[in-house]
């Protein structure tokens, strides 16, 4: 099993130049969330899928959407990039386990920065 | 709202000898659960330990325990026996039990073991 795997892992930006972040999971889990990750703040959640065509907003979830395309994919959009999205981006899935709450796994992270 | 607190932003520990990072959280939930992650320079997020709020045995995975003091909102990682390899910055994270299973973190502690 590859787990989570996302791509790019490295992405260079201009101002106002938009992309998607690719994230895949492989464990048949329900949930999937993008977090970004800057110094000083740890990772801080932008949104997130609770189950297969959903999709909610966390707590810095501006300048940014989602696409739950099925159960393995969720993507991540930025519409127009700006330096401030400057971050390293993580895609992590969980679900639930023998009645309880499981861990979340996290792929390898995209360093993105826009100049 | 959940909130996590790291106190210490850098440690450092000699190899062999024992360290403890800390961690302190806000909450009015009775269930939830509290994670150790470790990010090493690779970037990778690797899950440490899990603690569930209603168990009151601290958890232990080999090297690494946590002291778990629920009164006092306190969830401290003891690592034992500290390896190079341990050289890492470490994530303290509340996860509620509420829609979504969201992860709140911490900002991080860095820690280094010197030889």
């Known amino acids: 099993n590859a787990g989570v795997t996302q791509t790019p892992k490295f992405q260079v930006l201009k101002t106002g130049q938009s992309m998607t972040l690719q994230c895949a999971q492989d464990m048949n889990h329900n949930s999937m969330y993008w977090y970004r990750q800057d110094p000083g703040m740890g990772l801080r959640l932008i949104y997130y899928s609770a189950s297969e065509g959903t999709t909610d907003k966390g707590e810095v979830p501006n300048g940014y959407n989602v696409s739950r395309l099925n159960k393995r994919e969720f993507s991540l959009r930025l519409e127009s990039a700006a330096p401030s999205q400057t971050s390293v981006y993580f895609c992590?899935?969980?679900?639930?386990f023998g009645g309880g709450v499981n861990e979340q796994f996290f792929g390898p992270g995209t360093r993105l920065t826009v100049l | 709202a959940q909130t996590v607190t790291q106190s210490q932003p850098e440690m450092s520990v000699q190899e062999a000898e024992t360290v403890t990072l800390s961690c302190t959280y806000d909450t009015s939930e009775n269930n939830y659960y509290l994670f150790w992650y470790k990010q090493p320079p690779s970037r990778q997020m690797i899950l440490v330990i899990r603690?569930?709020?209603?168990?009151?045995q601290n958890a232990t995975e080999n090297r690494f325990s946590v002291n778990f003091q629920k009164a006092a909102k306190s969830f401290s990682l003891k690592i034992s026996d500290s390896q190079l390899g341990d050289t890492a910055m470490y994530f303290c994270a509340f996860m509620t039990m509420e829609y979504g299973n969201k992860l709140v973190f911490g900002a991080g502690t860095i820690l280094r073991v010197k030889s």
């Open positions: 992590a899935s969980s679900d639930f």
């Open positions: 603690q569930e709020a209603y168990k009151q």
